[in-house]
């Protein structure tokens, strides 16, 4: 079974920077990170969950909505089976609670995510 295990966000102020990291084990037959779409979604209390920066199995042009392009980056080691989302400029309406995801990525952030990583909090605010 696929786990994914998400490092601590964090409280910071607006304009700092943050990175996230998630660590994938368990994948079947011995396959790695770089086999599989990989995203990162968000989720503010009310509200559904966003994905905000995915990217393929063979990593072409990763997909950013416009409220984090430029300011985001999502990125893989597949050596170390895990994934990155470097986080710049943060913007107090960042705050959510930040998920990692790997599976079948179809287009943008759609696609079959059965595995999803615990949560971790970011919260920006002065």
């Known amino acids: 079974q696929v786990q994914l295990a998400e490092s601590v966000g964090g409280s910071v102020h607006p304009g700092d920077s943050l990175r996230l990291t998630c660590t994938a084990s368990g994948f079947p037959g011995g396959l790695t990170l770089n086999y599989y779409g990989a995203g990162w979604f968000r989720q503010v209390p009310g509200k559904e969950r966003e994905g905000i920066a995915c990217?393929?199995?063979?990593?072409?042009?990763?997909y950013y909505p416009a409220s984090v392009k430029g300011r985001f980056t999502i990125s893989r080691d597949s050596a170390k089976n895990t994934m990155y989302l470097q986080m710049n400029n943060l913007k107090p309406e960042d705050t959510a609670i930040y998920y990692c995801?790997?599976?079948?990525?179809?287009?943008?952030?759609?696609?079959?995510?059965?595995?999803w990583g615990q949560g971790t909090q970011v919260t920006v605010s002065s």
């Open positions: 990217m393929s199995e063979g990593d072409d042009q990763p």
């Open positions: 995801t790997v599976g079948n990525l179809y287009r943008h952030c759609e696609g079959d995510f059965r595995n």
